[in-house]
């Protein structure tokens, strides 16, 4: 049997949104602390009401630039929670949400 070769071509395009919050005042973090999208900013610097609903795509999050394991936070549309980590994060420091969804185009 002689090989054959199949070439498939699939693009891949992603939309990519962020927000911001810069710590008002120290934030005292355990398991299930939530921080409310409403307490965001996006892009444009208006007030969030909602994190995109991402449904075949993920989440980041950035604490003073610096990216977090993925297991240490859940997002929904309504807030970020902590999870399984402990500490104080300092006033000032900006934690940032990027929401990345993924589509496929063949």
Do not use: H, K, W
């Not at 395009?13 to 934030?27: D, G, I, M, Q």
């Not at 921080?35 to 609903?53: E, I, N, Q, W, Y």
């Not at 394991?69 to 940032?96: K, M, Q």
């Amino acid at each position: 049997m002689a090989l054959s070769l199949i070439n498939i071509n699939v693009n891949v395009t992603s939309t990519s949104t962020r927000f911001f919050n810069v710590l008002a005042a120290p934030l005292t973090v355990e398991d299930g602390t939530t921080v409310a999208a409403t307490a965001f900013l996006d892009d444009s610097g208006v007030a969030a009401t909602a994190f995109p609903d991402v449904t075949n795509g993920y989440y980041n999050l950035y604490l003073n630039g610096v990216l977090q394991e993925g297991g240490s936070y859940t997002i929904s549309p309504t807030e970020l929670t902590f999870n399984t980590v402990t500490g104080t994060i300092s006033a000032g420091t900006p934690l940032v949400v990027e929401a990345v969804e993924l589509a496929t185009v063949i």
